[in-house]
T-cell receptor
Framework: GENVEQHPSTLSVQEGDSAVIKCTYSDSASNYFPWYKQELGKRPQLIIDIRSNVGEKKDQRIAVTLNKTAKHFSLHITETQPEDSAVYFC???????????????FGSGTQLTVLP | GAVVSQHPSRVICKSGTSVKIECRSLDFQATTMFWYRQFPKQSLMLMATSNEGSKATYEQGVEKDKFLINHASLTLSTLTVTSAHPEDSSFYIC???????????FGPGTRLLVL
């Protein structure tokens, strides 16, 4: 099955700096890669996602890049703010038969701390 | 939007009792719902896939007789932890996939503490 590795496990940056979190996946059939932000004790919130037919996607301060050949994808947060502090999870999934929903395989998470 | 609710948000029970957790999609129909367990400072681990009108599919290592899943309608799935033990204490989160799309929307989670 799919295996997703995520690095680093913890990341501290100064407010205003950029943060980068990287993930690798093992199943070359995976074609959907969402990123979730989870604050302590709360639900994971989808912040951005990318599909395998696209190499990069950006939404304001957040961007995701995908390298299908190397099987890795990254989350980039620019101009970080204290409210960006949370745990970030990457995930990967692949298309399944019609009528079935995708299962997500999550990375181990990255605790991002933005220092004021 | 796509709102998913869970009830209860937290529950404390005695060892040996059963606990039922409900997951509802409030404004959309969800043919498939997923149940995850998350231990402190760890990732979400998929427990089972719940399909409306059929038996759930359990991940390897998850006891189907201990974690009973029922998905009787397109908006409700329930997870029952039977004969709960302290090691079952965890954060249980469900997600629902809007029929026809691949995006998972997560519930707020249920924190279970078994004494």
């Amino acid at each position: 099955g799919e295996n997703v590795e995520q690095h680093p496990s913890t990341l501290s940056v100064q407010e205003g700096d950029s943060a980068v979190i990287k993930c690798t996946y093992s199943d070359s059939a995976s074609n959907y890669f969402p990123w979730y932000k989870q604050e302590l004790g709360k639900r994971p919130q989808l912040i951005i996602d990318i599909r395998s037919n696209v190499g990069e996607k950006k939404d304001q301060r957040i961007a995701v890049t995908l390298n299908k050949t190397a099987k890795h994808f990254s989350l980039h947060i620019t101009e970080t703010q204290p409210e960006d502090s949370a745990v970030y999870f990457c995930a990967a999934s692949k298309s399944v038969s019609s009528g079935s929903a995708r299962q997500l395989t999550f990375g181990s998470g990255t605790q991002l701390t933005v220092l004021p | 939007g796509a709102v998913v609710s869970q009830h209860p948000s937290r529950v404390i029970c005695k060892s040996g009792t059963s606990v039922k957790i409900e997951c509802r999609s409030l404004d959309f129909q969800a043919t498939t719902m997923f149940w995850y367990r998350q231990f402190p400072k760890q990732s979400l681990m998929l427990m089972a896939t719940s399909n409306e009108g059929s038996k759930a599919t359990y991940e390897q290592g998850v006891e189907k007789d201990k974690f009973l899943i029922n998905h009787a309608s397109l908006t409700l799935s329930t997870l029952t932890v039977t004969s709960a033990h302290p090691e079952d204490s965890s954060f249980y989160i469900c997600s629902a996939t809007r029929t026809g799309t691949g995006t998972q929307y997560f519930g707020p989670g249920t924190r279970l503490l078994v004494l």
